[in-house]
């Protein structure tokens, strides 16, 4: 199965951000990364995925110079991140009316594969839910990343992080605004999220009373949704850049990945060599000196 992507780009580090002195007042999105723009390692993964059709960046404009192996596509930031999410959504089903689910992907998890996509979508798809969410456990996150400094919630049965690619049915973006709204806007806090769901989620969360499913289940009834847990088992896509230990994390990381933008070493000869070669050109070959004495 195939289906539409969105990348969420349109985020610009404000003072006081721990990522402007990097952005320059640039969108995050193209801090470079490795030699090339953060976004453009996410844009490579998707155009090597099987599972992706067309690929819409939202919050930048084809003058980036960005590529990508699939169809490409731009849109102009909305300001808020549901509605960059809606009008993505919107534009996937102008570009294919057919099209039940969308790939929800931030423009900040460089280290992020096409098969891993291909997995995430072969995996979500083996069930008809609404709203598929990655998270990935700390042992994975830890063993992959030791210094990546993520926060993560503890549950009855595990500690973990969320997942910064996710797959999401159409149909449902647009249906309880509100909660969304505030579910985004706090996502960086799972306590804050729990408690938005209802003061008993975010007690039982609090005392960790819950498991992963048992929490999925609350949520979707809550939210009215059918929701499902993708649990990860590699920490890439849900290694995001928020601070620069993350960003330097990441800088070393890829530089050693094949795709990296390796810069040419470019070898200064001395000028004792290159006063020899002008010797060596001006001075007449014996061949030629042969010849003009058998000329003459």
Known sequence: MKMNAIVLAGGIPQPGDPLYVYSNGDSKALIDVAGKPMVQWILDALGEAKSVDQVIVIGL???SGLTCKKPLHFISNQGRMLANIIVGSEKSLELNPKGEYLLVCSADIPALHGDMVDWLVK????TEDDLYYGVCPKDV???????????????????LCGADVNIARIGVIKEHLDTWEALIGNRKSPIRQAGVIGLDTLFQLATRQFTLDALVER?????????????????????????????????????NQ???VKKPVVKKQTTRTSEAKKVVKSAPSKTTKGKSTKQK
Not at 123 to 126: D, N
Not at 141 to 159: Q, V
Request: one cysteine or more; proline letters at 8%.
């Open 61 to 63: 404009t084809p003058k």
């Open 123 to 126: 995996t979500a798809m083996q």
């Open 219 to 255: 949520a979707s009834q809550r939210i009215g949704i059918k929701g499902r847990a993708i649990i990860w088992d590699h920490a890439e896509p849900c290694m995001d850049v928020d601070k620069p230990h993350q960003l330097e994390l990441m800088r070393e990381d890829l530089a």
């Open 141 to 159: 996150m830890e063993t992959r990343y030791p210094s990546s400094k993520r926060t993560y919630t503890k549950l009855k049965d595990i500690e």
């Open 258 to 260: 094949p795709s990296a």
